[in-house]
């Protein structure tokens, strides 16, 4: 394999599929716009863009994308009442076309159908909607959301107070959940199934932060409908509510070729900079974060993730000192042409020492990829939460989640330690999936607990000193 065939998977699946292609139904004020936001992070000046009140024409066909999240296109159609025939069909011809769309990227990834929680006594279901529900059964990725969840809450727990006002703090948040179950199956569940003989997945969800784990959950729905590997992928890196769907999308990337590449004998010789420059494109790229002025894929940033690895590039123990920026700038004046590098040569020289040689199928090279992976996996899920409010990443939140992974990474290199330790010396029997599954478990038992998310600690604007990373 050459330099030319070592491009980023998320590159060839953006060829394919660039953006998850979404469309969402539901009456005006129904809250889509309020759940594109939930999901892809986007900010609420752009939603007011897409109201039909402050634009009063609707156009399903509009392509509505934004520059804070690339890897989606969103279709916005206001729905229709009982009689309006004209838009329904409008509708149904609009989704027709895009399942029998070649192109993958052209068809529709989801469709979204939004109807307000009847918590008022309004109605659930129009007949237009009902009809249009019954006419693509089984051939679209729908999903039914019943929106504006806190609405009902709200109503359900002033009655409980009413009624019930001597239950202590406990007793009255188990009742009011037990209603507002009740109160959703009565109100949308029972009369949907009654009306609609297609089986199709719902959620309940709302636009408040406490109901974060419902937008995962229509997420994973979402998921479930995507039968091609590149739309999931797609849809996985467009959405900012649930890290570990970008966990599982980088480890599902991760097994596709180049991956499992690394633990074969496919790249032996390659220079170690170029896989790992790889390695984190595709990574950074998964996880999907506002990063405008592009400091995720800055030099800075992977000089201080390759000086996080670098206790595994030798089987001695962490907290030995290295010196190994001063080898690295003796090897490269004295022999400058092995580093076939893009970036400007000064980076270079910060670049921890096991990044500056070529790929060689050994342990050492095999601990210092896993913990690459590993560890720029952990990084990013740590910005994740750090940015969850949608801010842009700044050297501060990446400073904070460096630190915050760097209180974990012990226990975490142990583990990679440990599971490459007893390989036998042969590795050319290692098998690479054993390899990436293996990082995939090591992610997904040290990933942060979204109940917990990430400490925000003090932290400079400044980037944090390869000094500090070593000590
Ligand atoms: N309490 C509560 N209000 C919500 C929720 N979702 C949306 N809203 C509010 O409901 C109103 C309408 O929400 P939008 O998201 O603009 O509705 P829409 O479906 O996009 O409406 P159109 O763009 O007119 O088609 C806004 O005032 C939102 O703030 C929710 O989950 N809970
Ligand atoms: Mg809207």
Request: glycine share 4%; net charge negative.
């Amino acid at each position: 394999m050459d330099y030319d065939q070592l491009i980023p998977e998320t590159d060839i699946l953006r060829q394919e599929c660039p953006r998850a292609r979404i469309l969402v139904i539901g009456k005006s004020g129904a809250g889509k716009s309020a759940l594109i936001n939930r999901v892809f992070g986007i900010s609420d000046q752009a939603i007011t863009n897409i109201s039909h009140r402050s634009h009063g024409v609707h156009d399903i066909e509009k392509e509505l994308t934004w520059k804070s999240n690339k890897h989606v296109v969103i279709h916005d159609s206001e729905g229709f009442e009982h009689g309006d025939d004209g838009k329904r069909k409008t509708v149904e011809q609009f989704v027709e076309n895009r399942l029998q769309m070649v192109k993958l990227a052209e068809r529709l990834h989801a469709i979204w159908v939004c109807l307000e929680i009847p918590w008022s006594n309004s109605r659930l279901l129009d007949r237009g909607i009902e009809q249009f529900l019954e006419s693509i059964s089984g051939r679209a990725p729908v999903v039914v959301v019943f929106t504006k969840l806190d609405l009902l809450e709200e109503k359900v727990e002033s009655e409980l107070d009413d009624a019930e006002s001597s239950l202590d703090d406990d007793a009255f948040e188990r009742r009011a959940k037990e209603e507002v179950d009740s109160a959703l199956e009565e109100l949308c569940y029972i009369p949907f199934k009654r009306k609609i003989n297609h089986d199709y997945p719902f959620i309940a969800v709302s636009n408040q932060k406490r109901h974060a784990d419902r937008i995962g959950e229509l997420v994973k729905l979402t998921l479930e409908k995507c039968d091609v590997e590149s739309a999931w992928v797609a849809v996985a890196i467009s959405q900012r509510a649930e890290a570990v769907l970008n966990i599982k999308a980088s480890t599902r990337i991760g097994r596709k070729r180049y991956w499992r590449g690394l633990f074969s004998d496919v790249f032996m010789g390659l220079s170690v900079q170029k896989l790992i420059t790889v390695l984190r494109k595709d990574i950074v790229t998964v996880w999907n974060l506002n990063d405008s002025a592009e400091l995720l894929l800055s030099d800075r940033f992977l000089e201080r993730l390759t000086v996080l690895v670098e206790d595994l590039s030798s089987t001695s123990q962490p907290g030995e000192p290295y010196h190994l920026t001063y080898q690295a700038v003796n090897s490269l004046v004295k022999t400058p042409a092995a580093f076939p590098v893009a970036a400007p040569v000064l980076a270079v020289v910060f670049l921890a020492e096991w990044v500056l040689s070529s790929y060689k199928k050994t342990k050492e090279s095999l601990r210092c990829l896993m913990g690459f992976i590993i560890d720029l996996t952990l990084v990013m899920d740590a910005l994740f939460y750090l940015t969850r409010d949608r801010t842009a990443v700044s050297i501060r939140h990446i400073n904070q989640a460096i630190a915050f992974f760097k209180s974990r990474k012990a226990r975490v290199h142990d583990e990679i330690r440990t599971w490459v330790g007893q390989l036998s010396s042969a590795l050319s029997h290692l098998n690479p999936d054993n390899a990436v599954t293996k990082i995939g478990d090591i992610i997904e038992k040290h990933c942060i607990n979204p109940e917990e998310g990430c400490p925000i600690e003090a932290s400079d604007d400044e980037w944090v000193s390869l000094e500090s990373l070593r000590q």
